[in-house]
């Protein structure tokens, strides 16, 4: 099939990170053999032009692993959130007639959060092709659409032959909220980051240190302060864990005072900002995995993790509920500093005792969420909608 992939947002010059798991999916639908394209129209805001020193806007168009993909970046306001969709629809109408041109009209769209939502509603009216949504956004959870947000998601979702979410509690939130029926359907991972043990154990310089990894930004939601402090309470039980931080962002200050004053400078490390390949060298480096997260509407840094192996201890947050469904996997807590603290206390406990199997972790992350298993989910899903009738 010809797919259409029409993302929120995606890698880029300002942020190579950008929209990664939309890259996946389409990445994903390419490994069982469709012929994808993605047309990316994305606002860059005054701050991102800023912080990085740098003007780049127009059009950049690439092949990525056979994905043709087109990128378009426009600067904007971030309070203009009207003005935001009508110029992403307009620019993106344009782009997806030269696209039609050259590579002629694809079988469906697939639409990837409903903010990219109105260019396939506009493709559906004139050239008849239908859409599917997959549902990411944490503001629906959060209760933080914007008046523009509110008028647009339920056009988009009402006009949608397919619609899904990528947790279970989400998909069950948006159908009660709209009243359209969403299914679930997780987030794929990058296959080559699907090591064996053996891979693991190369890279833990010290054995008999407990690691355990968090990587995400330091926001408010990611509630890494909550992971500090139930940190300072495992270190007194388990004086030779580690705790590994990686990210930035603007609490990073706030988290690294909160060290001092708790004065665990010497088992807490920020490693900053890294690079995906460094993002998985360091999973690979440590035991375990900690999400602290108030809200997650999937969590594809859980999948990460335990590709590499890693049990992890998480929030019931939204999204690893569906991910963390069996004990061998990992501990969900609640949304607590209390709960929290004695999930990652029994997490290292369990580390401890060797009760984790990281190879039947990483083997679970393969068969579930590999491109090759996604791709084919959303294939059957595809076949058997309305999107074709």
Known sequence: MKILILPVNYPNVYNPLSGIFFRDHALALQAVGH??????????YLKDIWRQKRLSFGLVKQNDAGVVTYVFNFPTISQAGWWNNLLRTLIGWRLYRSIRRRYGHPDLVHVHSFTAGDLARRIKRIDGIRYAITEHSTVFAREKLSLTQKRLAPRVF???????AVSVPFAQLLTERYGYSFVYTPNPVDK???????????????????????????I??????????????????????????????????????????????S??????????QDVFKLMRSCDLFALSSDFETFGVV???AMSCGLPVVATRCG????????????????RDDNSFTKGLMNGVKEV???????????????DTYSYQAIGKMMTNLYLTSTLFI
């Open 35 to 44: 012929e994808v394209t993605v047309l990316a129209v994305m606002p860059i």
């Open 158 to 164: 009402k006009d949608a032959s397919v619609r899904t």
């Open 192 to 218: 080559i980051e699907l090591i064996n043990d053996s891979d693991n154990r190369a890279l833990k310089t010290n054995p008999g240190k407990i690691r355990i990894c968090n990587v995400a930004f330091c």
């Open 220 to 265: 408010p939601s990611k509630r890494q302060n909550r992971l500090i402090r139930a940190f300072s309470s495992v270190i007194e039980k388990f004086p030779e864990a580690e705790l590994h931080i990686a990210g930035d962002g603007p609490q990073k200050k706030y988290l690294a005072d909160l060290v001092s004053e708790l004065d665990l400078e």
């Open 267 to 276: 088992g807490v490390v920020f490693h900053g900002m890294l690079q995906r």
């Open 302 to 304: 859980l999948i990460e």
């Open 319 to 334: 999204g690893p509920e569906s991910i963390i469904t069996e004990d061998w996997l990992g501990i969900l807590t609640e």
């Open 352 to 366: 401890q005792n060797k009760r984790f199997d990281s190879q039947r972790i990483s083997t679970h992350v393969r």
